[in-house]
C-alpha cells in the first residue's frame, strides 16, 4: 500500500475538478484510461484536465511482487506549480475490505520519493525503488489515489488492481 503512497507523489513531482472525485467504494477500471508505460495503473476518469500530464509511469517488476524491490520511474508535466495544502486521498482495498482509507497533506507525502513542495510548473522525472515486504498476503488490493489542490482542483487520479501471489 505504500505503492500508491509513493506513486501517486511520485507522479505527480515526477499522488477534482471542483470537488474531489473519490466516493465510497470500489473505483472502476476503464480502459481507455490506461496510464502509459509499464504499470497496473488507470485514471479515474478522463485526465485531459489534470493538473498533472503523466507521460509516463513503469514498474520493474510489473506487477510487483513481495519481497522483491520495486522501480518507479515516472515523467510527466505539471501544467501549473503545486502549493502547500494539496492533499492525496488514499483508499486500499483487500477484496472487498478496506485497508486504507485517509487523507493526507501531500506535500509530507512526497517525502518518500524524495520531493519537497512547491512542486514546480513543468517537466519532472524520477526514479526511486521502494523494498516490498515478502510478507504480503497473497491476493487482490484495489488502490485509489486521488490527488487536489488546496482549492480542490485536479491533480490527478489514479486507481490499480494489483495481485499478489505466494
Known amino acids: 500500500m505504500r505503492i500508491s503512497t509513493l506513486l501517486v507523489p511520485a ?9 474531489p472525485s473519490w466516493v465510497p467504494g470500489q473505483v472502476a477500471i476503464n480502459e481507455e484510461f490506461k ?31 513481495p519481497g522483491k524491490t520495486l522501480t518507479i520511474k515516472a515523467s510527466g508535466d505539471f501544467k501549473e506549480a503545486v502549493e502547500q495544502g494539496a492533499k492525496v486521498h488514499l483508499q486500499v482495498k483487500y477484496g472487498l475490505i478496506t485497508l ?28 526511486k525503488d521502494v523494498s516490498l515486504p515478502k510478507e504480503i498476503p497473497p491476493g487482490t488490493y484495489t488502490v485509489l489515489a486521488d490527488v487536489y489542490t488546496k482549492d480542490e482542483d485536479k491533480i490527478t487520479c489514479l486507481t490499480a488492481k494489483i495481485s499478489f501471489h505466494r
Do not use: H, R, W
Not at 505527480?12 to 471542483?18: D, R
Not at 498533472?52 to 510489473?62: A, F, G, M, T
Open 11 to 19: 507522479i505527480c513531482a515526477a499522488t477534482v475538478a471542483a470537488s
Open 35 to 65: 496510464v502509459p508505460g509499464k504499470n497496473p495503473l488507470y485514471f479515474c476518469q478522463d485526465p485531459k484536465d489534470d493538473i498533472l500530464k503523466i507521460e509516463s509511469v513503469d514498474l520493474d517488476p510489473n506487477p510487483p511482487e
Open 100 to 127: 486504507i482509507n485517509q487523507q493526507s497533506d501531500l506535500c509530507d507525502v512526497i517525502d518518500n520519493v524524495d520531493l519537497k513542495c512547491p512542486l514546480d510548473k513543468g517537466e519532472m522525472a524520477l526514479t
